[in-house]
């Protein structure tokens, strides 16, 4: 372990930072893969390639966030393990990863491809763009299997405070992405299918790179066949919080797809300026993405280690740090939204910018109680509470719904801008009664240890 990090001893805002900084540059270069994507097909193939991705994104992110939960899971597993000097349980931990990885990502491969062609009907994917959607996905999802394992390696490494090590290999990742998009599009003239062919392999690039690393520096997190993993505790502790925070950003992101069902719905002009709106949303939610995660490892080797002081510590730093990002990108936007639109679509539509404009301008207003979401919905179930967070995503599975059936027939476009920082607010207050349950219950456990004594 002597390229792990110690996160339970050390300046807080330091350990949070520096931890935190590496996952957010490989988050930024992550988002590069989508964004070449769009870029290169939207100046190659045009408007109608570009909504065929678009369309294509929010089943990418159902599959992929519940690949990015379902490895977190574990994760968090390993992190408490580690904060608490377990070597057994890190043992175990490390191999079970491997096992039920391998597992999951087989069987999310079968129901997604199975599922893929029904669902784009049901979405009501317009007809002129629903092929190239289709195939697109299809490349994507059957080699889905680079993406679970890279996402597992990935957070192994940063369950023992190593964030470094990942970033690395996501850039080197990223730039041969971007290199194959143009080849295999622009030269082999391979359209769509050519930008989800370069996604694909410059995972497996991300992989291979990542279990070379493991081998060279960090020979522990390698899987041990030798290892027995029948332990039923563990089994059962890795298999719940990798489901619950699977199932927790999966039911987020089925929200996410049934929504889509009623953009596509206002034309192919409006799904090209709702992908391009999602996209500029998702590039300025990825320093509150990267808070959570870095959230989430602090407080699991925190918790661990029994340092409860210093959990509720980092919440309160890392959303602190989450608020001053929020003012910055409203800024941004306020000023700037046009001109990033822009680059994101090279569109000459006003009705692009227009929907785009109002949809990222509403959105990053609502980033401040968003991170208090992410943040302490991340931190719950670093500590073991994994109902309520659930709960709350699936509740704004059925807002969504609600939404599409009763509101966007009546209010269109207006009714899908507003309804996530809506959503957001109702989410954000059943957390923070859930970590002030958790609060009270530690207080009263403190006095009875005094008690006693």
Known sequence: M????DMTKGNIWKCLLLFALPIFIGNLFQQFYNIADLMVIGKIVGEKGYSAIGAASPFSHLFIGFANGFTSGFSVV??????????????????????????MSLLLTCVSLLLLHPILLALDTPTEIIGMTENYLKIT????IFTMFYNMLAGLLRAIGNSRAPLYFLIASTLINVILDVLFVKYCHLGVNGAAYATVLSQLFSVIMCTLYCAKKCK???FDRKLPTKDKA??????????????MLAVVY???????????GFGVMTVAAHTAARRVDDLFMLVLGTMSLSAATFVGQNFGAGKLERVKKGIRNSILMSFAWSGFALTVVLLFHRQIIHLLTSSENEVVYTLAGRYVRINIAFFFV????LILRSSLQAIGHKIVPVCGSILELVLKVGCVILITPIFKYNAVIWLEPAIWVLCAIIVIVDYAVFLKKQRLVLNTEKNTR
Request: proline share 0%.
């Open 141 to 144: 999802l059957s080699l889905g």
């Open 220 to 222: 522990s997190l390698l």
């Open 370 to 373: 968003l991170s208090i979401l």
């Open 234 to 247: 563990m089994v059962f502790e890795m298999a719940s919080t990798g489901l619950s925070m699977g199932f």
């Open 254 to 264: 089925v929200g996410t797809v049934v929504l889509q069902k009623a953009v596509n």
């Open 78 to 103: 390993l992190a408490r393990a580690f904060g608490a000097k377990d070597q057994d349980g890190m043992k175990k931990a490390i191999n079970l990863s491997y096992w039920m990885t391998f597992a």
């Open 2 to 5: 002597n390229q792990s990090k």
